[in-house]
């Protein structure tokens, strides 16, 4: 079983749609979560960090159910520039590692 | 302004050659890594340093040999290059060891072996 798992996708959605990506991960003793957001041909850069709370930047939310051991990001009222690879991340406390999933494809249509 | 940088972009080579890829980071940050993307997009880690000193090397065949000359570089040799090396390598970098900090990333280096 891979440690961070992801739909992988292709999600084609219109722009205005709201979009749900999930993600779950295995090691319990996960400390840390993330989605970074990965554009074609570049580097992953940090969308935002995921609280127990839950939290929302703008139009984007993510949440965390450590019982479940499931992450999720939901992005409402999509925009053409959402279009990217969006990659469920863990930190396990080993020396800075990050864990990524497969990553998630997400195209917006206008 | 880059805040983490890499050279060379791209890097085309055969088989059985020895690179190099290099990294800067200008954030002050004390910790650094070396990532691959394959084919199917999976990103992996290879290394991770603090302050100059090796913390992770995530069984990575021992051809590839990391250098932190100082904790604003850390370049990535690769000996007897095989074909199944061709991926992108992302350089990155975080102000601590700590799991909740952000980890920048270089724009990569495309290494294709023919």
């Known amino acids: 079983r891979k440690e961070v798992e992801q739909d992988p996708g292709p999600f084609n959605v219109p722009e205005g749609a709201t979009v749900a990506f999930n993600c779950t991960y295995s090691?319990?003793?996960?400390?840390?979560f993330f989605w970074y957001r990965q554009d074609c041909r570049k580097e992953p850069k940090l969308l935002m960090s995921?609280?127990?709370s839950g939290n929302e930047d703008g139009r984007f939310t993510a949440q965390l159910n450590r019982a479940s051991q499931y992450i999720s990001l939901l992005i409402r009222d999509s925009k053409l520039s959402d279009s990217a690879t969006y990659l469920c991340?863990?930190?396990?406390?080993?020396?800075?590692?990050?864990?990524f999933g497969q990553g998630t494809e997400l195209s917006v249509k206008p | 302004d880059t805040a983490v940088s890499q050279t060379p972009k791209y890097l085309v080579t055969q088989m059985g050659n020895d690179k190099s890829i290099k990294c800067e980071q200008n954030?002050?940050?004390?910790?650094m890594y070396w990532y691959k993307q394959d084919s199917k997009k999976f990103l992996k880690i290879m290394f991770s340093?603090?302050?100059?000193?090796?913390?992770i090397n995530e069984t990575v065949p021992n051809r590839f040999s990391p250098k932190s000359p100082d904790k604003a570089h850390l370049n990535l040799h690769i000996n007897s290059l095989e074909l199944g090396d061709s991926a992108v390598y992302f350089c990155?970098?975080?102000?601590?060891?700590?799991?909740?900090?952000?980890?920048?990333f270089g724009p990569g280096t495309r290494l294709t072996v023919l």
């Open positions: 995921v609280y127990s």
């Open positions: 990155a970098s975080s102000q601590d060891l700590a799991g909740h900090n952000e980890q920048f």
């Open positions: 991340v863990v930190n396990n406390n080993q020396g800075g590692k990050l864990i």
């Open positions: 340093y603090n302050n100059k000193e090796l913390i």
């Open positions: 954030l002050g940050h004390d910790t």
């Open positions: 090691n319990s003793a996960s400390q840390s």
